[in-house]
C-alpha cells in the first residue's frame, strides 16, 4: 500500500507498508522533495524491497538521495501503527 500525506505545515510524506508472509509489516515513510521523480523513486524503493527479500535496503536508499525512516511493527492494532507512524513524521 502506498499513501500520499500531506501535513498541515505543507510538508508531503508516502508512506509505503507492506505486508509479509508469516512476519511483520514492512513500513517505509519517505519524505517527498521532488514530485516529478516520486513515482520513478517508489519503482526503486519497491523493486529493492523485492530483490532483498522484504528487508529495506538502507545503503540503497541513501545511495539514491531518499530521505526516509523506516518503521518495523509487531502484530499489533492499526492504531498502535498509525500513532507509531504520526510520532515519525510530525
Known sequence: MIAEVR??????????EIEREEKAISTLLYFVANHENKLHKHRLMIKGLINTNGVWDKLRLEFNSINYLTLRHGKRDYKHRANVILKKIV
Open 7 to 16: 501535513l498541515f505545515s505543507g510538508k508531503e510524506v508516502s508512506v509505503i
